[in-house]
């Protein structure tokens, strides 16, 4: 079955910097478009980023433009998403997702 295990979370200071991981199983991972989500206490799911199955990035939010990076090795299977000048409204929980598959997410949490 399709797992999704997201790793790499924590807690940074305003401007400090993170590399979250995601490890797919379960799929032919090479074939598809993958996304990084994110979801703050109270307020709806959040769509980060898209990067296509052969490395071209689409769908970035307006507000991580610049400072956050999608990117994806196909030999390892894993997506990532490496996050710079961190903000505290950037605080929420990051998910991995493809198709309607989740994983269960990573902390992210930024104290100003």
């Known amino acids: 079955q399709v797992q999704l295990v997201e790793s790499g979370g924590g807690l940074v200071q305003t401007g400090g910097s993170l590399r979250l991981s995601c490890a797919a199983s379960?799929?032919?991972?090479?074939?598809?478009?993958m996304n990084w989500y994110r979801q703050a206490p109270g307020k709806e799911r959040e769509l980060v980023a898209t990067?296509?199955?052969?490395?071209?990035?689409?769908n970035i939010a307006d507000s991580v433009k610049g400072r956050f990076t999608i990117s994806r090795d196909n030999a390892k299977n894993t997506v990532y998403l490496q996050m710079n000048s961190l903000k505290p409204e950037d605080t929420a929980v990051y998910l991995c997702?493809?198709?309607?598959?989740w994983g269960q997410g990573t902390q992210v949490t930024v104290s100003s």
């Open positions: 990067i296509t199955s052969t490395g071209r990035t689409i």
């Open positions: 379960g799929f032919t991972y090479g074939f598809y478009h």
């Open positions: 997702n493809v198709l309607s598959h």
